[in-house]
């Protein structure tokens, strides 16, 4: 994939540019409490803004339903922006108000949240002609919506032509990196998947299958492959539905001499909240009154050994109730034998980028993704709408 990149943009000097970002960060209490997705958009805004007369930042925010929400108003985003940059943040009330984009030059403006709108989510060709109209450039740094057909993705730049609409920095740096785990992946080549459900990672899982040497499963899903291999896993969060879909999983990996390893211990307790009881059994040993929270010791060990002769890692997904301090063990371990590991390493997903931050290992990945799911739909190989839209 070829992307248009911002050294590819004509007549950026004194432009209007319209620049699609990915500010969907927490918010409480009007305060950002992480701004690490503000962080990675400053390298595209600085640039744009030593060039532009004008930079509009336009983003979603939260799950706002087509109308005006205050509480997921992105003002208090332009607060965090301008510290990040230090320099002012014009925030517009109504991301259609195109008088907007007649600020004095040199101007940042951040559109209010695009989801206000029902047309952005519905990819409405008359919302985007009116997005667009006050610009005459176009970049998207939003990769965490890059899977999304929605109007700020795919309409706005489809309103453009060539060398009028590009790539940022963050969005190509996610499609180089990502680009080499698919296209060409050192081996060995391991995934780490974790996370509560195998149905929302079914076709990552297919694909990566097609890849890898390991696959190393955690987290709630383990237990839905351990009840297709028949084993009894007591009150253990499980997608019943999903039992044919691991087995299919299994079949393929075996298929292809592919080394699928679930933990052989794991933690199990009676209450997440108040437990009375906190153990660490094999796999085949679960009471029926008991719950898998996490995978045990020995596992642990046994995943960073593989992890620590990988060569191409990808991770998306906790290996067990990571918000739980007593049950982020194995999550943690992951984290630092990644860090520890001279593979080329991938994090993505809210999670996963969640647990090497707290393990203090951010420096030591190679690449972490802002895009838990826009990730996994690259890693199938699925076409990409806002990628499209950008080589259109």
């Known amino acids: 994939m070829s992307l248009p990149t911002l050294d590819d943009l004509d007549g950026v000097k004194g432009a209007k540019v319209l620049a699609r970002l990915d500010l969907n960060v927490p918010v409480k209490g009007g305060e950002v409490m992480d701004a690490t997705r503000i962080t990675a958009a400053l390298p595209t805004l600085r640039w744009l803004l030593d060039r532009a007369d004008v930079v509009a930042a336009c983003s979603h925010l939260g799950k706002a339903k087509g109308a005006p929400d205050p509480a997921f108003s992105l003002e208090p985003v332009a607060a ?234 990808f991770w998306n997904g906790p290996m067990g109730v990571f918000e739980v301090d007593r049950f982020a063990a194995g999550t943690l371990a992951v984290a630092e034998a990644l860090a520890a590991s001279s593979a080329f390493s991938v994090v993505g997903g809210g999670e996963s980028v969640m647990a090497i931050r707290r393990a203090g290992v951010v420096d030591s990945i190679d690449h972490v993704s802002t895009g838990g799911g826009a990730s996994l739909q690259f890693i199938t190989g699925d076409e990409m709408p806002a990628l499209v839209a950008l080589e259109a």
Not at 130 to 151: E, Q
Not at 154 to 160: D, H, K, R, S, T
Not at 225 to 237: D, M, N, Q
Not at 244 to 250: E, F, I, S
């Open 80 to 313: 965090a922006l301008s510290r990040a940059l230090d320099r002012p943040v014009q925030f517009v009330a109504d991301c259609l108000d195109g008088a907007a984009a007649e600020a004095a030059p040199g101007t940042l403006l951040l559109l209010e949240n695009l989801r206000f709108y029902p047309g952005e989510k519905a990819n409405d060709p008359d919302f985007a002609k009116r997005l667009a109209a006050p610009y005459t450039h176009y970049v998207n740094d939003a990769f965490g919506t890059a899977h999304r057909a929605h109007a700020s993705v795919v309409g706005v730049p489809a309103l453009y032509g060539p060398a009028k609409k590009a790539a940022g920095f963050l969005m190509g740096s996610e499609v180089a990196s990502l680009g080499r785990v698919v296209n060409d992946p050192e081996q060995p080549f391991v995934a780490v998947v974790g996370g509560a459900k195998v149905s929302t990672k079914t076709a990552p899982l297919e694909a990566l299958v097609k890849k890898v040497s390991s696959l190393l499963i955690g987290g709630g899903m383990a237990n839905t492959f351990f009840l297709a291999k028949g084993l009894e896993i007591g009150r253990s969060l499980v997608e019943e539905d999903m039992v044919a879909t691991a087995r299919n999983v299994l079949a393929a990996a075996a298929e292809r001499g592919v080394e699928v390893m679930l933990p052989d211990d794991v933690v199990v307790t009676d209450s997440i909240d108040d437990p009375r009881h906190i153990d660490v059994v094999n796999p085949d040993a679960v009471a029926s009154d008991r719950m898998i929270v996490d995978m045990g010791p020995q596992t642990r060990e046994r995943y960073s050994h593989v992890l620590s002769t990988a060569r191409t890692v």
